[in-house]
């Protein structure tokens, strides 16, 4: 009797545990946060001192139509958009009005040497979720959502086009990979900055126009996936009247 009453003594206190814990990570949960509220979010290049990490790649592989390995990379220096949150923690913020530019702010990204790359959106937009973009997570796997309106009942996707031609499309998906951490400019919790290392599933690539000179940069005859990486990208806060406000992730 004495022995059976130890055991659900410590049953009870092991459940004891395991709700204390619960409670803990449920209070932990990750967030972004704006010191005002409603705040606008705009996208900016990576401003850090000394950082290698500022432009974003996307690196396409696949086969050529001989069976080879083949893979094609897509250079972007900046990001742009932005998201506005109604409340000063938000659990995700989904960015419209998307660019990809040179560092000039000119809508131009590169293939190899070549300035002739452009990213069209075609109106979908980047939502970005809270959930495990922290560095306490070894590979920080917040998600990020691809979502694409339709047109005449036909669901648009992100054309990388080279000389107007349009080469690969890239339609809706959801993937982990996304970070979070503060800058660091400007002092702490001021600015976040956001890293990208997310694996595009093969199943959402669509090659276009194969046989077109222009998409000869492209090198392949079928896809097996994609990576999008590096990507440092600083997160600003604003007032609607742009105002400067402090953000930060934790």
């Known amino acids: 009797m004495i022995r059976n009453l130890k055991v659900l003594i410590a049953a009870a206190m092991a459940l004891m545990a395991f709700g204390a814990l619960s409670a803990t990570a449920h209070a932990a949960e990750e967030k972004f946060h704006c010191s ?17 990490t500022a ?4 690196v396409v592989k696949g086969k050529t139509s001989g069976g080879a390995e083949a893979s094609a990379s897509f250079t972007c220096n900046q990001l742009g958009g932005t998201a506005t949150s109604a409340t000063t923690t938000a659990t995700e913020l989904t ?9 000039a702010g000119e809508e131009k990204c590169k293939v190899g040497a070549s300035e002739t790359v452009k ?14 973009g922290s560095k306490a997570v070894p590979t920080e796997q917040a998600q990020v959502h691809v979502a694409c309106p339709k047109v005449a009942e ?11 031609t349009a080469c690969l499309k890239i339609g809706e998906f959801s993937a982990p990979g996304i970070g979070y951490h503060d ?13 990208a290392n997310v694996v595009v599933p093969n199943s959402v ?12 940069a492209v090198g392949m005859a079928s896809t097996t996936g994609a990576t999008y990486t590096t990507g440092n990208t600083l997160v600003k806060a604003e007032t ?6 402090n953000a930060w992730f934790e």
């Open 95 to 103: 960015f419209q009005s998307l660019k990809y530019s040179n560092s």
């Open 183 to 195: 800058s660091g400019i400007g002092g702490a919790k001021k600015i976040v900055t956001a890293t």
């Open 154 to 164: 036909v669901t648009q996707a992100i054309e990388i086009t080279i000389n107007g």
């Open 36 to 52: 005002a509220a409603p705040c606008r979010a705009t996208l900016a290049p990576d401003e850090t001192v000394g950082t290698t």
């Open 55 to 58: 432009h974003h790649v996307f």
């Open 119 to 132: 990213v069209d959106f075609n109106g979908c937009d980047y939502k970005f979720t809270s959930t495990n």
């Open 205 to 216: 690539l669509t090659l276009a126009n194969i046989g077109n000179a222009n998409c000869s």
């Open 240 to 245: 609607e009247a742009g105002a400067a406000l």
